[in-house]
Nanobody, 123 residues
Framework: QVQLVESGGGLVQPGGSLRLSCAAS???????IGWFRQAPGKEREGVSC????????YYSDSVKGRVTISRDNAKNTVYLEMNSLKPEDTAVYYC?????????????????WGQGTQVTVSS
């Protein structure tokens, strides 16, 4: 059974940092993995994605320059390093896979999702 589990969320002050992890079980993490977030009252939005193989990365404009996505296939884990966090980064963060080697631009292509981890940026 394909399962993704996020961890690493928490409460952080503005300007702080967090590293989120997305661990896979039941399959080898050799697919593209995306990170998404959903803030209260807002639609879920894409944050970042990393492809398999060439490890090409993609970032939304709202996080570009502050976030780094990486993967360690040996640990079956994808990471999202977030720096200079802002209150508007507060959301539940999800990882998901589209079960292909390349990042899809369509959120609907991502068929396997984790349960999410809460990130709260507040003083």
């Amino acid at each position: 059974q394909v399962q993704l589990v996020e961890s690493g969320g928490g409460l952080v002050q503005p300007g702080g940092s967090l590293r989120l992890s997305c661990a896979a079980s039941g399959f080898t993490l050799d697919y593209a993995i995306g990170w998404f977030r959903q803030a209260p009252g807002k639609e879920r939005e894409g944050v970042s994605c990393i492809s398999s193989g060439d490890r090409r990365t993609y970032y939304s404009d709202s996080v570009k320059g502050r976030v780094t996505i990486s993967r360690d296939n040996a640990k079956n884990t994808v990471y999202l390093e977030m720096n200079s966090l802002k209150p508007e980064d507060t959301a539940v963060y999800y990882c998901a896979t589209d079960r292909t080697f390349y990042c899809s631009s369509r959120q609907s292509d991502f068929s396997s999702w984790g349960q999410g981890t809460q990130v709260t940026v507040s003083s």
